[in-house]
């Protein structure tokens, strides 16, 4: 009978746009459709004996004895109180069944690690790539958001932790939410769907792919609507080949600089227009004089952006509240320089960049995986 | 009173005794002169004209609540965005400029800018230090602060100062004691205590604003509330206030637990109580029980953000989730503090206007008392998503036990209308409106208590629509409904009723067009808080924005009705409506002492089948000309 209410189209897609696309999501707008059908039938039923009787009896005349009527009937009373809690046990358990999928994760599953921090998701895959490409701007937030890829029909664990306060994972496509603690491990999966047909022969696509918004559902602060992103899943070849080379090695250092500036989530701090947020503007940044409140003025160099990336709270800027979390082990040497890149390519205090230095020439060995040097040259910073 | 004396008679049935000459007049008579007169208020012990001052302070509040959610509404017009415009300058270059659009509301931010000269070097001061000055900037985030600011404002006032206080302790205090049939609460000074730490408490947090705001949500979750950098100062005077507004409430609840059990008149058994008394003396238990908990989970959040001992801060050894467990112990028990209290008044408006016993007495009194109970144990549903699944199964078991006496109070309700005997004015309405949006609230309750679809739902738009069906299409309307039932008795003047049943209609359109679509935005994936939104969400909040305006126009109309009644509205008789209960036993408005003598209770509060009330009908009942009224001085 309950798959009998799924096939009313019209009510999901009102409530929903479209089907629940994880593997445990249709069990969840089944049960959705269900209580609303139920709530459905008994508000109706209640408000169509309020509004008759309302009519039926109204008038009354003053200093008359009114109409005697009925004041209990004890069947009544337990019949209105068994039957519903009859009800709400089969809600439970019905409910906590749907929820037993919803949290159990299979063993076989493809690990990935979720960073959250105010005001942006980051996901760390195994290769130690974070997402390589971002939205354009005015998509799902005002500024671009990081676009992360999920291949299709696969089991997906994300271990998930936070680097300031709480948010929550909440992707409205999968109908699961799940908060991210500063103190605590917290995980989520799903099954990602199988691209469909449509997906596949979508012409505007450079491949078939499907899309899901990401929002921080927990309350974090200033940016907390800006804290979005897309999961895009995309057929298992083409993860496979982005597992391999997340970075085209033709691609320019700028350019990537540029992506990284948004998926590692510098945008919801920097702007890059010369207007101050919550951190310094990256215009005209490299190069210049800095000021800080805890430390003597010094040229802003390469060694400074790294101390100010991995050390943040080392040399606090004139100005600005310590705010920024750590991104030792988030972001690895050769993206670090191609934020750098970016961050020279919009600063009139160097000269010293060139535009046309690729990906691939930070790495001439094809070996060379990125992962194995991101920590290494923290320490000798810090003096 | 000489001027009722021309009334029809009023029966043996009537506990004032009109025919005795005594000299007591109206509470609200004033002292001799303006100063005296404000004296006598402001250290009164009354508790008619306690609730009188609750009353207007809740109305002054939720005024401004009300200004914050319109000003939130207004700011979800438009999804905010970036516009970028391309142009050339006079050296042919091209300048991109890229500016913020669909922000309404941005005070901006000040922030301390090194000084410059003319080639950019920092400029030193005397000591050698470069010199600084404040500007304010203006860019997306500081508009972002700004709504959430006004939505911690909406929020904390709507909570803390309005809905608590509103049924609870202003008609409460008004009408408690007389429906009793006592002279008083059982400890009046404590009575006037407790009005004044609400006074402080809400000045503490209506200062915060003032200052500036605060942007912590009315939830204070830690860490974001421990280390928002959001004005140090004013995070702590807002929670102080909410931590000096408990007080107010545990008094109050103490007082009315007290008099309950202690002052009825005589002849009065539990069981012959109005619905009111019993859902405010189930609302008292909840209040001091639960309220000590908050006292101390405040008190710990300001030890951890002054003095940084680590509670709640996992920076600082804590544990946020332990707040939240903290918070909602006391705060999901206040939501019955809020509601129980809302349908106490549901009772009285379906009694005396549907002229008929409350069907289910017994029921429905035992259902408030179930509803208190159960409420201190569902407090882990808010935390369906950030505790462990063990817990989250428990307290989903747990939730649903709510269903079932509120579902219960709800089928007693729509009974009590059959074969009833309705009078569909004003009041009526409100009771009929508030059985209307109470079911959608509870319904709507039932996909959040299912854990399956809660994680879906769990902080979308889906639970602000369903709680505030709730808490105003439940409370608010019944308050407000209760203010159009109770005026003529608190005032002793009636309104134009079919101008209120205007305003009614519009509040009840504005606020279905408010929050009805908002199920949809949270069914669909909009979450709560957010400042902008995904194009696809703008023409729900667009129709969700405009319903709001109606809602507005329909208060106004409301406010309007209430304040021209005060000023101009014809003298009400002590019974306008044929009422059983107490309170219309006496003048409208009570004299000081409530009743001329103890009165003696020889029949229930709905004994409609059984006694015919006396009833005076304004129509039936004008003044003779020049007639002075209660208020003006010679009138004994």
New interface residues.
């Given amino acids: 009978m309950i798959h009998l209410l799924a096939s009313v189209g019209p009510v999901q897609e009102?409530?929903?746009?479209d089907n629940g696309q994880a593997t445990y999501?249709r069990?969840?707008d089944l049960?959705?459709l269900g209580?609303?059908w139920?709530?459905f039938v008994?508000?109706v039923v209640?408000?169509a004996?309020?509004i008759y009787?309302?009519i039926k009896?109204?008038?009354?005349k003053?200093?008359?004895?009114?109409?005697?009527?009925?004041?209990?009937?004890n069947v009544?009373?337990l019949t209105?109180?068994i039957i519903?809690?009859l009800l709400?046990?089969v809600?439970?358990v019905?409910?906590?069944?749907?929820?037993?999928r919803?949290?159990v994760s299979p063993d076989q599953a493809i690990n990935l690690d979720v960073a959250a921090s105010k005001w942006s998701w980051e996901i760390t895959y195994p290769n130690g790539s974070g997402a390589t490409e971002t939205t354009a701007?005015?998509?799902?937030?005002?500024?671009a958001a990081p676009i992360f890829v999920i291949p299709e029909d696969t089991p997906i664990k994300l271990t998930m932790s936070s680097a300031?306060?709480?948010h929550?994972f909440?992707v409205?496509?999968f109908?699961?939410?799940?908060?991210v603690?500063?103190?605590r491990f917290t995980t989520y999966w799903f099954q990602s769907e199988k691209l469909k047909d449509m997906d596949r022969d979508n012409p505007d696509l450079d491949y078939p792919n499907k899309e899901h918004?990401l929002?921080?559902?927990?309350?974090?602060?200033?940016?907390?609507?800006?804290m979005a992103g897309i999961i895009r899943i995309v057929p298992r070849e083409v993860y496979a080949g982005w597992i391999r080379e997340p970075f085209g090695k033709d691609q320019t250092l700028l350019e990537i600089g540029k992506t990284l500036y948004t998926s590692k989530g510098c945008v919801q701090c920097h702007?890059t227009?010369g207007?101050?947020?919550?951190g310094p503007s990256w215009k005209d940044l490299f190069g210049s004089q800095s000021?800080y409140s805890n430390a003597p003025a010094w040229t802003l160099d390469a060694n400074a952006v790294r101390e100010a990336v991995y050390e943040p709270a080392a040399k606090i800027r004139?100005?600005f509240?310590n705010?920024m979390a750590t991104y030792q082990g988030r972001i690895n040497d050769k993206e670090l320089r191609a934020l750098i890149a970016y961050m020279k390519s919009i600063s009139t205090y160097t000269t010293d960049f060139d535009p046309a230095q690729t990906w691939g020439d930070l790495d001439p060995s094809a070996e060379g995986a990125a992962d194995g040097a991101q920590d290494s040259g923290a320490e000798d910073t810090g003096g | 009173m000489s001027d009722t004396s021309s009334n029809p008679d009023p029966h043996e049935f009537d506990a004032v005794d009109h025919s005795h000459d005594h000299h007591e007049g109206s509470y609200l008579e004033p002292a001799g002169g303006v100063w005296a007169t404000i004296k006598q208020w402001a250290l009164t012990k009354d508790h008619k004209k306690l609730g009188v001052m609750y009353m207007f302070a809740v109305l002054i509040l939720f005024f401004l609540g009300g200004v914050a959610a319109l000003g939130v509404r207004a700011e979800l017009w438009e999804?905010?965005?970036?516009k970028?415009t391309t142009t050339v300058n006079d050296q042919g270059e091209t300048v991109t400029?890229?500016e913020?659009t669909g922000q309404i509301f941005n005070v901006g931010r000040p922030?301390?800018?090194?000084v410059t000269d003319a080639d950019g070097n920092?400029v030193l001061d005397d000591n050698g230090e470069?010199l600084?000055e404040t500007v304010r900037?203006y860019?997306?985030?500081?508009g972002?602060?700004t709504y959430?600011r006004m939505f911690t404002l909406h929020g904390a006032i709507m909570v803390f100062m309005v809905i608590i206080p509103s049924v609870p302790a202003a008609l409460g205090n008004f009408f408690l004691p007389i429906m009793i049939g006592a002279k008083d609460v059982a400890f009046p000074r404590l009575n006037l205590l407790s009005w004044w730490i609400y006074v402080f408490g809400s000045i503490f947090a209506v200062a915060s604003i003032f200052l500036g705001g605060v942007?912590t949500?009315w939830t204070f979750?830690t860490?974001?509330s421990t280390?928002?950098?959001a004005d140090h100062w004013r995070v702590v005077y807002m929670i102080t206030g909410a931590f000096i507004l408990g007080f107010s409430s545990i008094l109050t609840g103490l007082n009315f637990v007290v008099t309950v059990h202690k002052l009825r008149a005589p002849g009065m058994g539990w069981f012959d109580m109005p619905l009111f008394i019993w859902a405010r003396y189930a609302t008292a238990i909840i209040q001091v029980l639960a309220t000590p908990v908050i006292g101390v989970t405040l008190l710990l959040l300001i030890m951890e953000r002054l003095l940084h001992i680590g509670i709640f801060d996992?920076?600082l050894g804590g544990?946020?989730?332990l707040f939240q467990h903290f918070f909602w112990f006391y705060s999901h028990p206040v939501v019955y503090v809020m509601i129980l209290p809302g349908f106490g008044i549901l009772n009285e408006l379906l009694a005396v206007h549907?002229?008929?016993?409350?069907?289910?007495?017994?029921?429905v009194a035992f259902a408030s008392l179930g509803i208190a109970a159960v409420s201190f144990i569902v407090w882990g549903h808010h935390l369906f998503?950030?505790e462990g699944?063990l817990a989250?199964?428990v307290f989903?078991?747990l939730t649903?036990?709510v269903?079932?006496p509120t579902?219960?109070k709800?089928?007693?309700w729509?009974?009590t209308?059959?074969?009833?005997?309705?009078?569909?004015n004003t009041p009526m309405f409100y009771a009929?409106a508030v059985?209307?949006l109470f079911?959608?609230g509870g319904?709507?309750g039932?996909?959040l208590?299912?854990?399956?679809?809660?994680?879906?739902l769990?902080?979308?738009y889906f639970v602000v629509a369903h709680f505030h069906y709730v808490m105003m299409g439940g409370t608010i309307m019944a308050f407000v409904g209760g203010l159009f039932h109770w005026w003529p008795k608190m005032f002793g003047k009636m309104y134009n009723d079919r101008w209120a049943m205007v305003g009614a209609v519009l509040v009840f359109i504005g606020f279905n067009v408010t929050f009805f679509t908002q199920f949809?935005l949270g069914?669909?994936?909009m979450?709560?808080?957010?400042?902008?939104?995904?194009d696809?969400f703008q023409i729900w909040h667009q129709i969700s924005t405009i319903g709001s305006y109606i809602l507005l126009v329909g208060f106004l109309i409301e406010g309007a009705v209430l304040l021209h009644a005060m000023i101009a509205g014809k003298k009400a008789p002590p019974n306008p409506w044929?009422g059983m209960s107490l309170e219309w036993e006496t003048e409208s408005p009570p004299i000081e002492h409530n009743f001329p003598h103890e009165p003696i209770v020889k029949h229930g509060p709905?004994d409609?089948?059984e006694v015919?009330p006396p009833?005076w009908?304004p129509k039936d009942y004008p003044l003779p000309e020049g007639a002075p009224s209660h208020h003006e001085p010679g009138h004994h």
């Fill in positions: 009102l409530f929903f746009r999501s069990d969840s049960i959705f209580l609303f139920f709530s008994t508000f209640m408000m004996l309020m009787w309302t009896n109204r008038g009354w003053k200093g008359v004895r009114v109409q005697r009527s009925a004041s209990h009937n009544m009373e209105w109180t519903p809690t709400v046990v809600m439970f019905v409910g906590f069944r749907a929820y037993a919803q949290v701007q005015n998509d799902v937030g005002a500024n300031d306060v709480i929550s909440w409205p496509d109908r699961m939410k799940q908060d603690f500063p103190n918004w929002f921080c559902a927990e309350y974090c602060g200033d940016n907390h609507s800006e702007t227009d207007s101050s947020g919550t000021q004139q100005g509240p705010q | 999804p905010v965005r970036y970028t400029t890229q913020v922030k301390e800018e090194p920092p470069p600084t900037v860019n997306l985030q500081t972002n602060e959430n942007d949500g979750y860490p974001y280390t928002t950098d996992p920076n544990d946020p989730v549907a002229h008929k016993r409350i069907f289910g007495y017994r029921a998503t950030s699944s989250a199964t989903s078991a649903f036990l269903a079932i579902g219960v709800m089928f007693n729509i009974a209308l059959y074969k009833s005997s309705i009078v569909l009929l059985l209307f079911a959608i319904l709507t039932l996909p208590a299912t854990l399956a679809t809660d994680m879906h769990h902080d979308s949809f069914t669909r994936g979450p709560r808080r957010y400042a902008s939104y995904v696809e044929g709905y409609y089948d015919v009833h009908d």
